[in-house]
């Protein structure tokens, strides 16, 4: 039918199911968004003579996403070391897609060392991980992910010399990672592609993964890797000597002493 996974029709339900106060409050620095517009951006769309949400706007906007999509959540991890053996911190990220990202931002600078640039008249934040990189990551995962799939969130990875961030989907018949580097681009989903262009999270289709892959070699790290492992693909960014984060012992003891406390109630 020509039809993106995410601008087909939930037929069994209804406009109400979308929040659209949600969907002002992300639009609301952009432009006022209204009622009518929400068939404009495919949240809605017209079946059997009646307006219904469509994937995507459940997606973006669903007041019961999970009902639908059991998985269209984000899950990060903070891990002490270089393997999944010892967790850190972790958060589940439940909250509306485009609001989601910059949750898992905050969780990842949560994480890392902020320092001082003073070198200009006004002050700059210099971070030791490479926020520009890991933004177009985690948008890339969101806007890319596979919903359709049961069982496995999009997940970010925190490790001491890398950060991983997968999501649910394999890349699209014909498309290839060189093709990515080059900008192409083939959506999966039209609608929250759509959604994250009016909100100004992502440039251009196509431009994310060059974009991210230019910011590395300017930082002068390794350039990312982007790699399928079974129905999944991961981005994965590493820290070099300079730029890696650990976690500090002062928070792992406090963490442990927390934990023994608990255990002694």
């Known amino acids: 039918m020509g039809l993106a996974f995410d601008e087909q029709a939930l037929p069994d339900r209804t406009v109400e199911d979308l929040d659209f106060e949600a969907a002002v409050t992300c639009f609301e620095r952009h432009r006022k968004l209204l009622e009518k517009d929400l068939e404009s951006l495919r949240l809605v769309t017209r079946h059997q003579g009646h307006l219904v949400p469509t994937v995507g706007g459940m997606l973006l906007f669903g007041r019961n996403r999970e009902m639908i999509f059991p998985d269209a959540w984000i899950q990060c991890g903070r891990f ?54 890991l933004r177009e990551a985690v948008i890339n995962a969101v806007v890319h992910a596979d919903y359709s799939q049961k069982g496995a969130p999009i997940r970010i990875a925190f490790f001491d010399d890398r950060i991983e961030i997968e999501n649910p989907g394999i890349l ?19 609608v929250i592609a759509r959604v994250f262009w009016e909100l100004d999270l992502i440039e251009q289709w ?3 993964v060059p974009r ?36 500090p012992k002062t928070a792992i003891e406090q963490v442990t002493e927390q934990v023994a406390d608990k255990c002694t109630d």
Not at 178 to 184: F, I, N, R
């Open 206 to 208: 196509g431009s994310g």
């Open 172 to 190: 699209l018949p014909g498309l290839t990672v060189e093709d990515m580097l080059q900008g192409v681009s083939k959506l999966r989903n039209r």
């Open 80 to 133: 002490i070391g270089t393997n999944k053996v010892d967790i850190f911190d972790h958060i589940e990220i439940h909250e509306h897609l485009p609001v989601a990202v910059e949750r898992a931002m905050e969780f990842l600078k949560k994480h890392a060392m902020r320092g001082a640039d003073f070198s200009e008249l006004r002050r700059k934040d210099v971070w030791s991980i490479p926020l520009t990189i």
């Open 212 to 247: 991210m892959f230019k910011e590395a070699e300017t930082l002068n790290i390794p350039e990312p890797e982007v790699i399928e492992i079974g129905m999944r693909v991961r981005l994965i960014i590493h820290l070099t000597e300079k730029i890696k984060t650990k976690v």
